[in-house]
């Protein structure tokens, strides 16, 4: 691998965050932002992670204060890439933002430099062109506290060299992440394609008043063995930010479901109860309900607590929550996103699951996998059924 040195284009939340994990890892790490104010709030941000990191990881002190000291910064962007090798980008969600960047970047990088843009909202291939070296351009995407959530994944464009993509793969493992390569574009990568729509599920749910927030992560937790369910997950995000969302999509499809959710949850943003953050979200924190419940978490079901749970699941809410997960995962591997394994894996590390999706499939069994989308799959893609029917008896896993 030829990457040493690596400049992190924007000095945000993950911008941070990548710079801190990079240089943690030994590499040459500068900052680029467009102004020095951006350049001070990312001096603070990588200050705070030190905390973060003795904290989560029992990291020594004096490295992590080395790896602050370490991280150059500037806002002359041909100064701060003359030597680099590596560019992550990661500056607003907006195309024209991006295409400006990297038309300037074009410019000014010598032509060894690999871009690589973190955008969680935008494909690659969107504005790829505006690189001018498109066979050195791909994705590198990251997770929100990404010491934690210390997924890499890699997706190229179809103009992206092998070697390239090969050696980014690399480089994310060498950051101290678990890479995921994603074999072709694909909106939402990996993590985001299943969690999305899990999420989806349990919000319809409660908007729908089929059971409460707190019956849902209780069903989920119990079944699963994970330590939080979809609506303490949601605390986590902030329920401004997962509200906005879910109201963007309503104006853009109107479903009603999504409708009566934002409005529930508008009261509760009115009242300042926002998540973790604030204290108060679907739980009151810091000791939230679900840690009370006598749930053995962290723990992986055996098949026969998965089996009895789907068996004993009378309101649907397990059988539901469970057919999201299944079928975004049959829906990247059998359009050949990515592997199971690799699926499973990057469940595994971003949801703190014990169990993955292909895991939870061979626990329960194909039959019961199917009966689930006969049930209450009401959009059941053929060609996913084929694929279902044409491994019963099999396994994922031996």
Same mark, same amino acid.
């Given at each position: ?5 690596? &400049?992190? /284009?924007?000095? @945000?939340?993950? =911008? ?73 980008? /990661?500056? %607003? *969600? ?16 010598? *032509?060894?430099?690999? #871009? ?21 351009f791909l994705a590198l995407h ?29 480089? /994310?493992?060498?950051?101290g992440l678990h890479p995921v ?5 694909? +909106? ?8 999305? %729509? ?20 209780? $069903? ?8 939080? =369910? %979809? #609506? @303490? ?14 109201? +963007? ?10 409708? /009566? ?5 508008? &009261? ?17 924190? %810091?000791?939230?309900?679900? *840690? ?23 309101? =649907? ?8 997960? #299944? ?21 595994? $590390? ?38 279902? *029917? ?9």
């Amino acid at each position: 691998m030829n990457i040493k040195n690596v &400049v992190v /284009a924007g000095g @945000g939340l993950l =911008g941070s965050q990548i710079a801190f994990q990079a240089a943690y890892s030994g590499f040459n790490v500068s900052i680029y932002d467009v102004n020095e104010k951006g350049l001070e709030a990312a001096k603070d941000r990588l200050e705070k992670l030190v905390p973060r990191y003795i904290k989560d990881l029992d990291a020594p002190e004096d490295k992590l204060k080395a790896t602050v000291k370490s991280i150059q910064t500037s806002t002359n962007l041909k100064e701060i890439v003359a030597d680099a090798d590596l560019v992550i980008e /990661a500056i %607003p *969600e907006k195309l024209s933002i991006k295409q400006s960047f990297y038309k300037e970047l074009g410019e000014v990088a010598p *032509e060894k430099t690999i #871009f690589a843009t973190n955008s969680s909202t935008l494909l690659p291939s969107d504005f790829k062109d505006a690189t001018g070296r498109t066979d050195r351009f791909l994705a590198l995407h990251f997770a929100n506290e990404i010491w934690l959530n210390n997924v890499g994944e890699i997706m190229a464009t179809k103009d992206t060299d092998r070697a390239v993509f090969d050696e980014v793969v690399e480089y /994310a493992g060498a950051m101290g992440l678990h890479p995921v390569p994603i074999k072709k574009e694909h +909106a939402g990568y990996v993590q985001n394609s299943l969690l999305v %729509p899990f999420f989806h599920v349990a919000e319809e749910m409660y908007a729908n008043e089929e059971e409460t927030p707190q019956e849902i992560d209780k $069903i989920w937790m119990n079944a699963i063995r994970m330590n939080v =369910g %979809p #609506f @303490g997950a949601i605390d986590v995000v902030g329920l401004n930010t997962n509200t906005a969302i879910v109201q +963007a999509e309503y104006e853009k499809d109107g479903t009603p479901w999504k409708k /009566a959710y934002v409005d529930k949850n508008n &009261v509760k943003i009115q009242n300042g109860e926002l998540g973790k953050a604030t204290g108060k979200g679907f739980y009151t924190y %810091p000791n939230p309900e679900y *840690e009370t419940w006598d749930i053995p978490v962290g723990k992986k079901p055996s098949d026969e607590h998965l089996q009895q749970a789907v068996a004993n699941d009378n309101n =649907g809410v397990l059988s539901k929550l469970l057919l999201s997960l #299944f079928k975004a995962a049959e829906d990247l591997y059998v359009n050949e996103i990515a592997e199971y394994d690799v699926i499973d894996t990057t469940w595994h $590390i971003n949801s703190r699951s014990p169990i993955g999706p292909f895991e939870m499939m061979d626990a329960i069994g194909i039959d019961k996998v199917i009966e689930i989308h006969e049930k209450y799959d009401n959009n059941i893609d053929q060609d996913v059924m084929k694929f279902l *029917e044409s491994r019963r008896g099999k396994t994922f896993y031996s």
